[in-house]
């Protein structure tokens, strides 16, 4: 049976999502929906394990009439209840002394499962072991965890350097934080592994891994694909025709780059190899993508001078 | 507590290995290569061998079925559509170019 109640626990009616006075088959109902959506094979969240197993409990309890009469009756501590207490008697004895509560609905009607329902007083899900979690093992034998996986959000500096990262995770046993190592040169998508931290095994079988899935987080300077980084190099109109050579910010710290005569906008300037390093093989390039730059308001000397260029200049971009 | 990645053990397991490391009869583990939800290597002398990934199937087969009761034709069938949601998932977040 399942561990002992907790002193915290939810109200295994509002677990489900359901009145009080629910029908059996409204409970059978809220939980087969609850559970396909938080079965930790379909929900890789590893908040999900939890809840599920909470789902399967609250099922556990109220699916089966008897032992829902006696969680209406005597509220989350029924199993302390001695067997030989008559639930009805009690709640009866508490509602004349003042302490009335909502009775539920309980009862044997209605009591059907997609299995095939209620043979002869027996449940024929208990038969087949109808969920893990609140009746783990029976018939089922050691089942291992499933793998989880969480959303790791770094910047760019934390893919370049690597690094390491204090993580908390709701778990069974309350939060518990891990701290997780960034290899240097992780990219968009690619999985850290915790081995043993994901879903936990039934009866000594093996817990799942945990996976944290790197995602680089947009950066206001750098943009980022695969192990490229991209940054914005802004020249003016001048810089640009004549050439020059300028300070690019990297995440290395910065780096000059020579911009040769004639680069117009769009153009990119590559540095090698000083993009996000890769553990085993190259780096990624850093582009300087050059963007032209021109005064918001010129002053009257370089009005004069461009008046003086757009004269005996016979360029024309829009040319064919 | 700090984790290093881990290496991945690669001797692949006999039925017996694979039935006992897993906690299953050697029966079902020969039905569901049968129903293609587990993959197996048969050699020469036609003895099933089992790389260790398939420990991981193993495991979902038997959390599918022991959550939702499904037989083993259904639980081959929600195994593979959830892989596929998983690579369908995994695509956008890989194909994520910069932003302009």
């Known amino acids: ?320 | 507590m700090g984790y290093a990645l881990v290496l991945v053990r690669s001797a692949s397991l006999n039925l017996e290995a694979f039935a006992r490391a897993t906690g299953t009869h050697p029966d079902l583990v020969r039905r569901l290569v049968a129903l293609g939800i587990l993959d197996a290597d048969r050699d020469a002398a036609g003895e099933l061998w089992f790389a260790p990934s398939q420990m991981a199937v193993m495991g979902r087969v038997q959390r599918l079925r022991a959550g939702f009761g499904l037989n083993y034709a259904a639980v081959g069938l929600v195994a593979d559509l959830l892989d596929r949601i998983a690579l369908l998932e995994a695509a956008p977040r890989e194909a994520r170019r910069p932003g302009r």
């Open chain 1, 1 to 320: 049976m399942a561990a002992g109640p907790r002193a915290d626990r939810r109200d295994f009616y509002e677990i489900l999502g359901v009145p009080r006075t629910a029908t059996q088959d409204e409970i059978q109902r809220a939980y087969r929906k609850l559970a396909r959506q938080h079965h930790p094979d379909v929900n890789k969240d590893p908040a999900a394990e939890d809840r599920f197993k909470e789902i399967s409990e609250a099922y556990d309890v109220l699916s089966d009439p008897q032992t829902r009469r006696r969680y209406d009756a005597f509220g989350p501590d029924f199993r302390q209840v001695p067997e030989d207490v008559d639930p009805e008697a009690f709640q009866r004895g508490r509602a004349g002394a003042g302490t009335g509560q909502a009775r539920g609905a309980g009862g044997a009607g209605g009591f059907g499962t997609g299995l095939g329902g209620d043979l002869g007083g027996i449940d024929i899900e208990d038969l087949l072991g109808g969920m893990f979690g609140g009746r783990a093992g029976r018939g089922f034998g050691p089942i291992p965890g499933a793998d989880q996986e969480a959303e790791l959000e770094l910047t760019v500096e934390e893919a370049f350097q690597g690094g390491h990262r204090s993580v908390t995770l709701e778990g069974p046993d309350g939060r518990r934080t891990l701290d997780v190592r960034i290899p240097a040169g992780v990219t968009n998508g690619q999985r850290i592994r915790l081995a043993g931290q994901g879903g936990r095994g039934s009866e000594g079988a093996p817990n799942g891994d945990l996976y944290f899935v790197a995602r680089i987080a947009p950066h206001p300077r750098y943009r980022v694909d695969g192990r490229d980084l991209y940054v914005d190099l802004p020249l003016a109109p001048w810089e640009a025709a004549l050439g020059t050579s300028v300070g690019v910010e990297t995440p290395r710290g910065e780096m000059k780059v020579k911009v040769p005569p004639g680069t117009s906008t769009g153009k990119r300037l590559r540095l090698r190899h000083h993009g996000l390093p890769h553990p085993r093989g190259s780096a990624g390039h850093l582009y300087a993508e050059v963007r032209i730059v021109v005064p918001a308001k010129l002053t009257d000397d370089e009005r004069r001078l461009f008046d003086e260029l757009a004269a005996v200049s016979t360029f024309d971009p829009r040319r064919r």
